[in-house]
């Protein structure tokens, strides 16, 4: 093999061998809502597609993910949702836990509508 064909082989090597991960994710929260967290937060979902992710990629999912759970608890009520997080390694893997405390859910007590249309 020629040399330059083997530097350019381990150069590209070398490129590609940049640390990534298996991811774990840990939910913390109410059963009634846990699944549903489960299912839809992007972490989650990562975890499950068992792609091996880099730093950069596990905090930005993890942002993502945030706020995700506060949409999701919205919709179901949840205004005041205090949701906690943290990464840390695992040995060779990373590992993102969340701890979810949704609040006092939202209650509707009256409700008036006033239609005005010919």
Request: charged letters at 25%.
């Amino acid at each position: 093999m020629p040399a330059r064909l083997l530097k350019a082989l381990l150069l590209l090597a070398a490129l590609c061998a940049t640390p990534a991960h298996a991811l774990i994710v840990e939910v913390d929260a109410p059963d009634a809502l846990k699944a549903l967290l489960m299912q839809h937060l992007e972490t989650a979902r990562a975890a499950r597609s068992g792609e091996k992710l880099d730093a950069d990629e596990i905090a930005r999912l993890q942002r993502q993910s945030d706020q995700t759970a506060r949409d999701l608890l919205a919709t179901e009520g949840y205004f005041s949702p205090r949701v906690e997080s943290a990464v840390e390694r695992v040995g060779d893997d990373w590992r993102v836990d969340y701890r979810i405390d949704p609040g006092t859910r939202t209650t509707v007590r009256n409700v008036a509508l006033v239609l005005t249309a010919p």
